[in-house]
Nanobody
């Protein structure tokens, strides 16, 4: 599976942005797609994840209620819709896929994800 994240850019505080993650290769319903971010000088952190089949999601407390993860399975593309953006959301955002052969709890650990996109920069100006 190869992933390509795009859609980042410069946005004002309070604004919105939608990131996309295009996947080549088959993503099975049991796989997990996640989004992580890394701000300058900080470690990579979990943002959100979902089971590709849909219906089960997990969000970091810092983005809950503002961000939404979704996917278009027909297009093999995942999305991260970000609203009410804050300066502290500034980071490089990465999409990732965890290979799973059966349904299970969503992991928030980057080590549990097998494939990664190259990252897309989101800058929120205050």
């Amino acid at each position: 599976v190869q992933l390509q994240a795009y859609g980042g850019g410069l946005v004002q505080s309070g604004g919105s942005l939608r990131l996309s993650c295009a996947a080549s290769g088959q993503i099975l319903n049991t796989y997990v797609m996640g989004w992580f971010r890394q701000a300058p000088g900080k470690e990579r952190e979990f943002v959100t994840a979902m089971i590709w089949r849909g219906g089960i999601t997990s969000y970091a407390d810092s983005v809950k209620g503002r961000f939404r993860i979704s996917r278009d399975s027909a297009k093999n593309t995942g999305f991260l819709e970000m609203n009410s953006l804050k300066s502290e959301d500034t980071a490089v955002y990465f999409c990732a896929v965890a290979v799973r052969n059966r349904m299970g709890p969503l992991s928030r650990r980057s080590l549990d994800f097998d494939y990664w996109g190259q990252g897309t920069l989101v800058t929120v100006s205050s």
